[in-house]
């Protein structure tokens, strides 16, 4: 199917967008408190404006307010110290231990600190006073930290918070902790990515309710960035993308969340001004506040690599590897790993960066190098990735430059049958294995195989929840399969390929470049014309030397003259 743009075809925005519409403007009016909204600030900035009163004394609301707009911005460092200041102040401040236990529940990362967070509720003194909707608080997040496996007592928690918010309708608060428990549930279905999507869309509609009474409200941002934080619902979360770092420019974090919105949008210009936000602001606050280097935000430090990339500035995501390189050789001297219980690595995303790096700019080269950092081991902790990499990069290189039919892939196999049940068990893992097993019956001319296998692994990509950042597969599987059907010299079926890579991984820039190669030899010159214009238009900073811009220009200029 033709689409209008190379990125969007419309029969995939249409319908869930006006549904998604009718969602939220059929959703009941929100009421919340009119008036009390505070401006909260740290030592690093605004963090928003919010209104949670509570029974505690002036001086340490003023405290718990820090930990709570730290708290929707997940920078939880600052609101764990934030609420124990308040507590500090006064000890009989119920909703003081409430807030530190719940900046030990990370929903989103997947993380949380049992022990510190039930230590944090054991605190409270036993002849603390507390009002009904203070009390239903704490029944609720003693909930989340009760008896039960993860799943159970997330279920039971955000249960609590929706009769909470019920309870309690002007309580913005309430209804923010709700939406945020939703978005928790929903880490829980990457294998049921409908019931996935039903609790982020659920959650999404609440925060933009909250928006429009408050749209200051970091919570309101935030957490509908996390919501539509997918290829086809990115679109409605835009505006707070937009806001989200005006809101609270003191929070590293809210520097870098647009990000996830502005990449599914294909807004690359955007996407690597946001990273480089998150990035630089973390530093400063690490150094500030003299923290471990590991605390620095090597998640915006990763995208940003991936932006540069996608714009085609090799030589700056060169740069960005390099600065991670000279971080994890200074970290290894310190050997800080844990801070406020959680593992928190400098090394952390390395890996990840060195494949995006080597698989974006196709210098195949690369991958035959070293990338051990002082004591680290490339592809140590993560084996199977690795080698993945290593099979995938040797298979590309004769795939494009012809260069023989002799893989090993062996390395990869060995891996993958070590430990058979658990790989069995990876969506990812068995579709690396049959992109693998594609290119090499591809190179070895069994052409009818290769494509078998690779419709194969499309259909298990599809299991996968909707990607967020760069790809997890780090080679998409359509992106893959149209590359492959290129070289079997079947453009038509290649350019159909590239159309359903670019709406899962918009404006992705090998995605597009594919696109426009298969449409030109198909004869559909307008296609062609619109990818490597769009192409040209991302790449307006790319490093001169690039050949992709001199291959884009020249057929634009030659069909012009064409047309003329």
């Known amino acids: 199917m033709k689409s209008s743009s190379p990125g969007y075809p419309e029969k995939y925005l249409s319908l869930p967008i006006f549904l998604m519409i009718i969602v939220i403007t059929s959703l009941p009016q929100l009421t919340f408190g009119e008036t009390g909204h505070a401006i909260v600030s740290s030592s690093q900035g605004k963090l928003g404006t919010i209104e949670f009163p ?9 405290q718990f307010l820090q930990g709570i707009a730290a708290l929707h911005s997940f920078w939880y460092e600052e609101a764990v110290d934030a609420f124990q200041r308040a507590t500090t102040i006064d000890p009989n401040f119920v909703m003081g231990y409430w807030g530190e236990a719940m900046a030990h529940n990370h929903p989103i990362w997947n993380e949380e600190n049992l022990n510190e967070a039930r230590t944090a509720l054991q605190a409270i003194p036993n002849d603390s006073s507390s009002t009904e909707r203070e009390r ?35 309580d913005q608060e309430a209804s923010c902790f709700y939406a945020l428990s939703l978005l ?23 925060t933009l309710a909250i928006a429009r009474i408050n749209p200051d409200h970091p919570c309101a941002a935030h957490y509908t960035i996390h919501a539509f934080d997918d290829p086809i619902h990115a679109s409605l979360a835009l505006p707070q993308a937009r806001r989200y770092a005006q809101i609270a420019p003191g929070a590293h974090h809210a520097q870098h969340m647009p990000a996830h919105i502005f990449i599914q949008l294909g807004m690359w ?52 590897l390099s600065q991670k390189q000279q971080d994890m050789i200074q970290a290894q001297s310190q050997h800080q790993t844990q801070t406020h219980g959680y593992t928190r690595r400098v090394s952390r995303y390395y890996d990840k960066m060195v494949a995006a790096y080597i ?43 012809d260069a023989g039919t002799h893989l090993d892939h062996s390395e990869f196999e060995s891996i993958f049958q070590k430990d058979i049940m658990k790989s069995r068990k990876s969506v990812v893992s068995r579709t690396w294995r049959l992109q693998l097993m594609a290119l090499r019956a591809v190179i070895q001319g069994s052409h009818a195989e290769s494509i078998t296998l690779l419709d194969q692994a499309v259909k298990l990509e599809e299991q996968l929840p909707p990607p967020s950042g760069p790809p997890s597969l780090i080679k998409p599987t359509h992106e893959l399969s149209g590359e492959v059907l290129l070289f079997m010299d079947k453009p038509a079926e290649a350019q159909r390929h590239f159309e359903q890579a670019l709406v899962w991984h918009t404006n992705r820039a090998r995605s597009l470049l594919g696109l426009a190669r298969a449409a030109a030899r198909s004869g559909e010159i307008n296609t062609a014309r619109i990818a490597y214009s769009t192409l040209l238009n991302i790449w307006h900073q790319a490093d001169s030397d690039r050949p992709e811009l001199h291959e884009a220009k020249q057929f634009l200029q030659q069909t012009t003259q064409t047309s003329k």
């Open 269 to 320: 210009d955007e996407a690597a001004a946001s990273n480089k936000a998150g990035w630089e602001h973390s530093k400063i606050w690490v150094a500030k506040e003299n923290l471990p280097l590991s605390l620095q935000d090597y998640h915006s430090l990763y995208w940003l690599l991936y932006a540069y990339l996608q714009q085609g500035c090799y030589e700056e995501a060169k740069a960005v």
């Open 359 to 401: 698989v974006e700019t196709e210098q195949w080269d690369e991958a035959h190098k070293s990338w051990d950092v002082g004591s680290y081991q490339f592809g140590k902790k993560y084996a199977l990735p690795a080698a993945y990499l290593r099979g995938l990069v040797q298979s590309l290189h004769s795939l494009h430059a």
């Open 136 to 170: 239903r608080y704490l029944h609720a997040v003693r909930t989340l930290f009760g008896e039960g496996n993860k799943l159970s007592r997330d279920r039971a928690y955000a249960a609590e918070m929706e009769q909470l918010s019920r309870a309690f309708p002007k």
């Open 54 to 62: 509570t029974s505690g004394s002036a001086q340490a609301h003023h």
């Open 184 to 206: 928790g549930l929903a880490t829980h279905f990457n294998d049921q990515p409908k019931m996935q999507e039903k609790y982020r869309v659920q959650a999404g509609a609440i």
